[in-house]
């Protein structure tokens, strides 16, 4: 599986975006598929992903409410819609698919990182 993410950029903080991230292969909704972020001078961290059914989603404790993540099995995409950002979200944001089991237990696949700067 190949990723590829898009939509970062600069935006002032209590703003939004709208991250994408298109899987390709056909296989793509047997795919967990989450989003992490790694902030300057610290590790990567969870931040949300969703179950292959999108029945299932978990979030970080520091982004609930305020993100919310979903999919398009049909267009292999998956969206990571940003409300209410913070300075501290600003990070590069990788997404990551795992088949089947939830990619917050490790991705077996990652994308090339987009970066969010929020802007205070």
């Known amino acids: 599986v190949q990723l590829q993410a898009s939509g970062g950029g600069l935006v002032q903080a209590g703003g939004s975006l709208r991250l994408s991230c298109v899987g390709s292969?056909?296989?793509?909704?047997?795919?967990?598929m989450g989003w992490f972020r790694q902030a300057p001078g610290k590790d990567r961290e969870f931040v949300a992903s969703i179950h292959w059914s999108s029945e299932i989603t978990n979030y970080a404790t520091s982004v609930k409410g305020r993100f919310t993540i979903s999919r398009d099995n049909a267009k292999n995409t998956v969206y990571l819609q940003m409300n209410s950002l913070k300075s501290e979200d600003t990070a590069v944001y990788y997404c990551a698919a795992r088949h089947v089991i939830d990619v917050i237990l490790g991705a077996d696949y990652w994308g090339q990182g987009t970066l969010v700067t929020v802007s205070s």
């Open positions: 292969g056909r296989a793509f909704s047997t795919y967990s």
